[in-house]
C-alpha cells in the first residue's frame, strides 16, 4: 500500500473513533525542547549577532554618511566623515536585557586617525535613546570593549544628554546601535558582539 494512502487511511480511521484513536509511531520532541535558548537569562553570554546577515545593520541619517556590510562574520562600518561628529548603524534586538551588566564587542580601527567608539540602545514604548560614554581607539588597535549597562552614565534626552543619566527600561530593549566618533573617512570592523549576565 503506498505509504501516502497508509497515512490518509490512519487519518480517517482516527476521525471515525475518536479518542480511541491511538498513534503508535514514534514519539516526537519538539526541536530543542530540552535544551535551553541563546537568549534564557541563566546563560552567561549571549551573542547578539553572529553577523551572517547582510541586511541586518542599517546606516542611521541622523548621523555622518557610512555604510554597513557583513563579511567573513564580521560587521565593516566604513565611516565618511562629515559635518556631525559620528556616524552611527543600527538593528533591532527586541529583548529583556534585565539579566545584563554588560554588552562587550571587538573592535578594530583601520583607520589612519583615532576614533571612538559607543553604544546605544532605544527602549520601552517610546524608544527611548540611552548613549554610552565612547571608548578611543587608536589606529591599527583591535581590543575588546564593555559597556556597562548598569551605571549612570548614558545620556539621553532625560538627562538634557549629559553623560549622566541610567538606562530604564532593560526589560523592554528595542534596538542597538553602534556609533563611530570621527570626522574623517574610516573603516572599523565589528565581531563578538555579545551581552554578559549580571
Known amino acids: 500500500m ?12 482516527c476521525i471515525l473513533t475518536g479518542p480511541a484513536c491511538r498513534h503508535t509511531g514514534p514519539a516526537t520532541t519538539p526541536p530543542d525542547a530540552a535544551r535551553p535558548g541563546p537568549f534564557e537569562p541563566d546563560r552567561k553570554i549571549w551573542t547578539l549577532d553572529p553577523f551572517r546577515n547582510p541586511r541586518t545593520w542599517r546606516v542611521e541619517s541622523w548621523a555622518n554618511p557610512a555604510t554597513a556590510t557583513v563579511q567573513d562574520r564580521t560587521l565593516v562600518i566604513r565611516v565618511q566623515g562629515g559635518r556631525l561628529d559620528k556616524s552611527a548603524v543600527s538593528r533591532p534586538i527586541m529583548l529583556d536585557m534585565s539579566s545584563r551588566s554588560q554588552i562587550r564587542l ?31 581607539l587608536e589606529p591599527g588597535a583591535e581590543t575588546e570593549l564593555a559597556f556597562s549597562l548598569v551605571e549612570s552614565n548614558f545620556k539621553s534626552a532625560k538627562s538634557h544628554w549629559k553623560q549622566n543619566g541610567a538606562i530604564a527600561g532593560l526589560d523592554a530593549v528595542k534596538r542597538l546601535f553602534i556609533l563611530v566618533y570621527s570626522v574623517r573617512p574610516g573603516t ?7 551581552a554578559i549576565q549580571n
Open 2 to 13: 503506498p505509504a501516502r494512502l497508509a497515512v490518509t487511511l490512519i487519518a480517517l480511521a
Open 106 to 136: 571587538s573592535a578594530r580601527n583601520e583607520s589612519e586617525e583615532p576614533v571612538r567608539i559607543a553604544i546605544a540602545i532605544s527602549t520601552g514604548p517610546k524608544n527611548v535613546y540611552y548613549e554610552s560614554v565612547p571608548i578611543p
Open 188 to 194: 572599523i570592523t565589528i565581531d563578538a558582539l555579545s
